[in-house]
C-alpha cells in the first residue's frame, strides 16, 4: 500500500470509529457453526452513552475569579462610561466591596453601548464608549463584573412591536410614569432579551442579572382590561394567575439554559414580598420556583418599600429589624428547595424623602451597616447596594462581623 492509500485507510478507519463507536453503536463479529460450515454474520450492539456530553464554553479573554462572597453596587450606564466610573472603582477597590452590577440593557430597552449586530445595534446608546476596555479595568481591580439586563419593562420594544405588549383602547398601555411593557407570553420577546445577555457574556461579564422579570404591577386589576396574547399558554388548562407564573419562571429556565455555553450565572431581581407569598398573583413571581431556576436570587428588601409587614410601623426608620425580619422568611423558603441558589438581596443607600416627615430618615453609615450586619448574623454574607444616582456612602464597614 502507497503512502497516500495507508493514510485514506487510516482516516477512513477513524471516521468509521467515530461514527459507530461513538454514537451509540458497534458492530461486533460473531462466529456460528451449522454442520461444519461456519457462518459469520454482524451484530450491532448498542453502547451506553455518557449521560452528558462535554459543552463547548465560550471563551472571552478575560479572566476573573469569583470573591469569597459578592458586595457590590450599582452602576448606570452614564456613569460607566462617564467620569464617575473612576471614581466608583476607587470606592471599590479602596474597601472590602468587590462587584459592579452594570446597566447592559436599561429601563427603557437601550443598550447601553452600540453593539456590531443587528438587531441590537439599533437600540445601543454610547453610553459606555468602550465595554472591553471598561471590562478590562475591572479584570485588573479584580471587581466581579455583572451586567444588568431589565427585560420585560421596554418602551422601546413595545413601541416597535405593539403586538408584542398590552394594547389598551387601541394604544400601548403605559403606567403612571408613562412606561411600557412587553409580554412575558411571547417567546420572540424571550430571545431578544436573551441574545442580549448572550452579548454581555461574550464581553466578559461573569454573571448576568435579570430585572423586571414579570408582568406590570397591579396586572390583575388590568387583566380583563387589556388587550394582549398569551401564545401557547392560551391552551393551558390553569388561570390566569398560574398562566403569569409559568411564563415568569419558564423564561428564567429557558435562559438560564440558553446561556450554559458561555459559562456565566445567573440571577434575578425579584420584589422581596414574594418570598413573604405563596406567588404574587399579579405580577407572575413566585419566589420559590424562580429560585429554583437561578444561581442567584437577589430579593429587594430596601427599608423605605415595606409597609407594615412584620409588625413594624415604620420600616424605613428600623433598617437593622426589618432586614433581619425578612431574612429569616426568605431562609425558610430557601431550605424548601434541593438546590437553593446564592441569596444576595439588594440593600438601600439612598435616603426615601418621599415617605414624608416622621415616616423615613436619613441613611448613611450606621443604616447601610445595620443592613448588612443583619444579614451577616443570618449567615448571608452577600449583598448588593443600590442608590439610583450611584452616590454612595463613604466609610461604611462592609464586613461588619470579621
Known amino acids: 500500500m502507497n503512502i497516500k492509500g495507508y493514510f485514506i485507510t487510516l482516516i477512513t478507519a477513524s471516521m468509521l470509529f467515530f461514527l459507530f463507536g461513538t454514537d451509540g453503536y458497534a458492530k461486533q463479529i460473531e462466529s456460528t457453526s451449522v454442520s461444519n460450515h461456519v457462518i459469520k454474520r454482524s451484530v450491532v450492539k448498542k453502547k451506553i452513552l455518557p449521560e452528558q456530553l462535554p459543552r463547548y464554553m465560550y471563551d472571552s479573554g478575560l479572566s476573573f475569579e469569583y470573591p469569597d462572597a459578592v458586595r457590590g453596587i450599582y452602576v448606570t450606564g452614564h456613569s460607566a462610561g462617564g467620569d464617575k466610573f473612576g471614581t466608583l ?9 468587590n462587584a459592579m452590577v452594570i446597566d447592559i440593557k436599561d429601563d427603557y430597552g437601550n443598550m447601553t453601548y452600540i453593539p456590531e449586530n443587528q438587531p441590537y445595534k439599533e437600540i445601543g446608546k454610547n453610553y459606555i464608549k468602550d465595554p472591553v476596555e471598561m471590562l478590562k479595568t475591572l479584570e485588573e ?21 405593539p403586538e408584542w405588549s398590552f394594547i389598551e383602547e387601541n394604544n400601548i398601555w403605559t403606567n403612571r410614569r408613562g412606561e411600557s411593557f412587553v409580554n412575558p407570553f411571547i417567546k420572540e420577546v424571550w430571545d431578544y432579551n436573551v441574545g442580549i445577555a448572550i452579548e454581555a457574556a461574550k464581553l466578559g461579564f461573569q454573571e448576568i442579572q435579570f ?14 382590561i387589556l388587550s394582549y396574547s ?20 419558564d423564561f428564567v429556565a429557558y435562559a438560564k439554559e440558553k446561556l450554559k455555553p458561555y459559562g456565566v450565572k445567573v440571577s434575578v431581581d425579584i420584589f422581596g414580598y414574594t418570598a413573604t407569598l405563596p406567588e404574587a ?5 413566585n419566589f420559590s420556583k424562580i429560585s429554583a431556576n437561578v444561581d442567584v436570587i437577589s430579593s429587594m428588601i430596601y427599608p423605605s418599600h415595606w409597609t407594615t409587614y412584620f409588625g413594624i410601623q415604620k420600616p424605613d426608620l428600623e433598617p437593622y429589624k426589618l432586614v433581619t425580619e425578612y431574612i429569616k422568611v426568605e431562609a425558610e423558603k430557601l431550605k424548601e428547595l434541593t438546590n437553593s441558589p446564592i441569596s444576595r438581596p439588594w440593600l438601600q443607600d439612598f435616603t426615601a424623602s418621599w415617605l414624608g416627615n416622621g415616616n423615613y430618615k436619613l441613611y448613611g453609615k450606621t443604616e447601610v451597616e445595620d443592613q448588612i450586619r443583619a444579614l451577616n448574623e443570618n449567615g448571608v454574607k452577600e449583598f448588593l447596594l443600590w442608590n439610583a444616582g450611584n452616590s454612595y456612602t463613604e466609610n461604611v464597614d462592609y464586613t461588619p462581623l470579621n
Open 89 to 97: 472603582v476607587n470606592l471599590v477597590d479602596s474597601s472590602d466591596l
Open 141 to 161: 481591580k479584580k471587581i466581579y463584573p455583572i451586567a444588568r439586563i431589565v427585560v420585560f419593562k421596554d418602551s422601546v420594544l413595545a413601541n416597535k412591536y
Open 211 to 224: 430585572d423586571y422579570v414579570r408582568f406590570p404591577e397591579g396586572f390583575e386589576k388590568r387583566d380583563s
Open 230 to 249: 398569551m401564545g401557547e399558554y392560551a391552551s393551558k388548562d390553569i388561570d390566569n394567575v398560574q398562566k403569569r407564573v409559568q411564563s415568569v419562571t
Open 281 to 285: 398573583p399579579g405580577i407572575g413571581q
